[in-house]
């Protein structure tokens, strides 16, 4: 993990075995907002890359990139356990050069995909909301095996029991990845790594084991297979 003392900081994910796993959340979520760079370029013609898993097995995550068959062309998708994705993306990437916001909001029967802010047409196989109320941990940076991991680096990883506005999803990318979510947006959030800010919930910076829920509800991540680097610029 890079920067756990910056105000700015981020995880850095290594690909191999990096991971860090958040307390079980017994609450519906229906807003989920995070920043990512990945090491390569991903577009609509790489193979499937999970950022995350969220109810304990591989049909509950986060991909990027082409996952299945029965869509075409997709770039961002979540698995609920069936599929929401931003189908036909056309040329649109996940750079390796610059950072993306990635929202997911719950819009009464499947998860609407905002990509930098903007709200993108989602395609959804899926059966129907999936509420975390399975008592499973939210494993950031890994896929439902213990062979799928993200290599790259991410931050201001957040989930609200409630569904957002359009505008606050392209608030919330205006102000970048340094903005401080606490300050507008805390009303029903339910987990929030930011991966170093300090804030008057905890007081206190994330550190080589532990990245601190900054929400108040001591949903505390903890870092395996990770290592402290540099602060970033």
């Known amino acids: ?17 990096d991971v860090v796993t958040v307390s079980a959340i017994n609450e519906n979520y229906k807003s989920i907002s995070f920043w990512i760079k990945p090491t390569s370029t991903i577009t609509t013609g790489t193979s499937v890359v999970r950022i995350g898993t969220f109810t304990g097995n591989q049909y ?40 993306t916001h990635i929202a997911f909001v719950w819009d009464g029967s499947k998860y609407q995909i905002y990509y930098n802010g ?20 939210i494993r950031i940076g890994a ?20 569904s957002l506005e359009a505008s606050d999803i392209l608030k919330i990318y205006n102000g970048t990845r340094h903005l401080n979510l ?23 910076a994330d550190t080589s084991s532990t990245i601190y ?6 949903n505390h991540g903890t870092v395996s297979g990770a290592t402290i680097q540099s602060p970033p610029n």
């Open 1 to 17: 993990l890079a920067g756990e003392n910056s105000s700015y900081g981020f995880g850095s994910f290594d690909g191999t075995n």
């Open 60 to 99: 509950s995550s986060f991909g990027l990139g082409s996952m299945t068959g029965s869509l075409a062309n997709e770039l961002i998708g979540i698995y609920t356990p069936g599929v929401s994705a931003w189908e036909n993306a056309g040329s649109a990437s996940i750079p390796n050069d610059s950072w």
């Open 118 to 137: 903007q709200p993108q047409t989602t395609t959804t196989n899926s059966d129907g909301h999936t509420a975390l109320q399975s008592n499973k941990e």
């Open 143 to 162: 896929g439902g095996t213990s062979t799928t991991f993200f290599d790259g680096d991410m931050t201001g990883v957040a989930f609200w029991n409630k």
């Open 182 to 204: 606490l300050d507008n947006y805390s009303d029903n959030l339910i987990t929030y790594q930011s991966f170093g800010a300090l804030d008057s919930n905890t007081g206190l």
């Open 213 to 218: 829920d900054r929400s108040g509800d001591g």
